[in-house]
């Protein structure tokens, strides 16, 4: 199973351009540099459809992994991922290549793992994660 050029085409552009998340349909693209999920959770919220797109990240943990299958992403090109969204990505039926597979995402110090990844480790329900993850990232901020 080869990525698709449009999954290529937004790889690159991530790599060449430094950013931290592609998302591409077509002519239409979302470019970022924020780190973690705090942009995927904000393209959620404004509620456009992005079926259909592909995705071109960092670094995809469970959380973020949830967030794409809200979104509808049909397939993801990742530096780094972790199993549990790997695992999590495949089950929902999304294509997935990456650079290196983790067992789990490390926190930004490296002294742990990600906060959002363990706030959604035992969940199955991408909207019970979306609302952990809302819920999680507001505590942060307070």
Do not use: W
């Not at 079926?51 to 959380?63: C, L, N, P, T």
């Not at 090109?77 to 995402?105: C, Q, R, W």
């Amino acid at each position: 199973m080869d990525e698709s050029k449009e999954l290529r085409e937004a790889y690159d552009l991530m790599q060449k351009e430094g950013y931290s998340l592609v998302l591409k349909k077509e002519d239409d693209l979302i470019t970022g540099h924020e780190r973690g999920i705090r942009m995927l959770l904000m393209i959620l919220q404004i509620g456009n459809d992005y079926s259909g797109y592909v995705a071109a990240d960092k670094v995809i943990g469970k959380g973020a992994a949830f967030l794409y299958i809200l979104l509808k992403i049909k397939e993801i090109h990742a530096n780094v991922i972790s199993e549990p969204a790997l695992a999590t990505l495949k089950d929902k039926g999304v294509k997935v290549f990456y650079e290196e597979l983790v067992p789990m995402i490390r926190n930004r110090d490296n002294t742990g793992f990600c906060p959002m990844e363990q706030a959604v480790l035992d969940e199955t329900d991408p909207q019970a994660a979306f609302r952990k993850l809302l819920e999680k990232t507001r505590s942060f901020h307070n």
